[in-house]
Each structure stands twice: as structure tokens, then as C-alpha cells.
């Protein structure tokens, strides 16, 4: 497999404060890895400065993608590349529709005019792999959406824009049993048709137990402080963090 994202030294803070020191990480395409560790370790801030977030700066080393340098590129280029962020909360959008806001994201992404028919088509099969009700489309974007509803429609973007890169962030959190198994189900469609590669931050272990993951990397205080394969994730879940972050 060739290599899709490539961390170097990376440090970044927001203002005077640094919450990345020095993480250095590689995924290849395809692979799926997971990003844990106690709440403010650091995976969110590592998530968004991946994507570009402007709330955090850059202090030091390099993000590569595809090969290419993208440290002071935007985060509208990045999602041109191919790397998608869900949130942990996501925001409610009241005026445009979810179905408006889908169609719109992918011609920004992809540069292209996308034929209203087309795109309805397109949203309705994937919102039936969701179990999503196709009224939702038409629905002001999160208004009035359930936490659960509102991760869905988050597994819906990642679905219709076909990032080559995912990162979801806590896209399990706050959901019962039946509603992480169709996130699931949705991130496993996501693998089965585009072959994209995922970022997951979690501390579920059910979705995980859906998925092959490749790699395991706990933060602590903003430093990666112990890899592993995809074991270590469940080891992690099954006997707590102190127990891995103490050994460094």
C-alpha cells in the first residue's frame, strides 16, 4: 500500500498554548487506524490540524498528503484533496436543507455541477443503507436532530463526498447499541466503495468490533505515547489507559 498521510514532528496550539508536541505518525491508503487516550490528550486538536482547522497553528513540523506539502494549505484545499472531518457536535444550520448542503458540499469539493435528479438518486441509496427516513433530506441541516440523527447525517457526507481520507470523531458518542451498528454499517460501505482510509477517535468498542483496524496510537498530553496494531485498541478498552500510558 502506498502512503497517504505522513505526520512529522508536528506541534500546534491555539495562541500562546502548544497541545501538539512533536507527533510523528504514517497511514497508508486503505488502512484504518484509531486514535485514543484520556480526555484533552490531544486526538481532536490532532484530528482538526490535520484538516486545517484555523483555530490551531502550526509551530512546528510537517503534514504530507498524497506526497504533497500541505503544513500552510487551508482547509477548503484539503477537502479538495480528499480529507474529510466529522465533528464531535455538530453544528445545526437552520436555512439550508441537508440535501441542499450535501449537493453543495461535493460541487465545492469536486469543481463539478451536480444534476439535482442525480443527486437526489444518489442521496436516497445511502440514506436507505443509514436507515435514514428520505423526509430528513429536506430538513434544515441538524435542526432539530437527534444526537443520533445528527451522527447519521454525518456518516451520509462521508458517503456521498467519497473522501480519500476520513477522520470521525467521536462519531460513536452518545449513540445506543442499534445506532453505532448503522454508523457502522455506513463506515463499512464507505470502505467497500471508495477504499478509503479512516482516522477514528473513539472509546467505543463496538465500533470498532465492525471494522479491521490496522493501527493503535494512545496520546497523552499531546504526545504519542505507545503504538500498536489494532489489538491494542481493545486491550486499551478492556483494562484502561493508565495501565498503557504508565509503561512509557
Known amino acids: 500500500m502506498s502512503e497517504l498521510l505522513k505526520i512529522e514532528e508536528l506541534s500546534a496550539g491555539i495562541e500562546e498554548k502548544e497541545l501538539l508536541h512533536g507527533i510523528t505518525l504514517t497511514v497508508d491508503e486503505g488502512e484504518t ?22 483555530e490551531y497553528t502550526v509551530t512546528g513540523g510537517k503534514i504530507y498528503f498524497g506526497g504533497d506539502d500541505i503544513t500552510e494549505e487551508t482547509a477548503d484545499k484539503r477537502a479538495k484533496r480528499g480529507i474529510f472531518l466529522s465533528f464531535q457536535n455538530p453544528i445545526e444550520i437552520p436555512g439550508i436543507t441537508l440535501s441542499e448542503f450535501l449537493r453543495n458540499a461535493v460541487e465545492q469539493v469536486t469543481g463539478k455541477r451536480i444534476k439535482l435528479w442525480e443527486h437526489k ?17 429536506d430538513r434544515d441541516l441538524n435542526v432539530g436532530f437527534s444526537g443520533g440523527e445528527k451522527k447519521k447525517a454525518e456518516i451520509l457526507q462521508l458517503l456521498t463526498l467519497k473522501p480519500r481520507l476520513a477522520i470521525l470523531d467521536e462519531t460513536d458518542s452518545g ?74
Do not use: C, W
Open 33 to 54: 487506524h484509531v486514535l485514543m487516550g484520556q480526555n484533552g490528550a490531544g486526538k481532536s486538536t490532532l484530528g482538526s490540524t490535520i484538516m486545517g482547522s484555523p
Open 121 to 137: 438518486k444518489t442521496l436516497k441509496k445511502s440514506m436507505e443503507a443509514l436507515g435514514m427516513d428520505s423526509s430528513y433530506a
Open 175 to 248: 449513540l445506543d447499541v442499534d445506532a453505532v451498528k448503522v454508523v457502522s454499517k455506513g463506515i463499512e460501505e464507505y470502505r467497500k466503495t471508495v477504499g478509503g482510509t479512516l482516522i477514528i477517535i473513539t472509546h467505543n468498542a463496538k465500533i470498532l468490533e465492525e471494522l479491521h483496524v490496522d493501527r493503535t496510537h494512545i496520546l497523552s498530553n499531546g504526545k504519542v505515547v505507545r503504538e500498536g496494531d489494532g489489538q491494542l485498541a481493545f486491550d486499551v478498552l478492556a483494562e484502561g489507559f493508565e495501565k498503557y500510558i504508565g509503561e512509557v
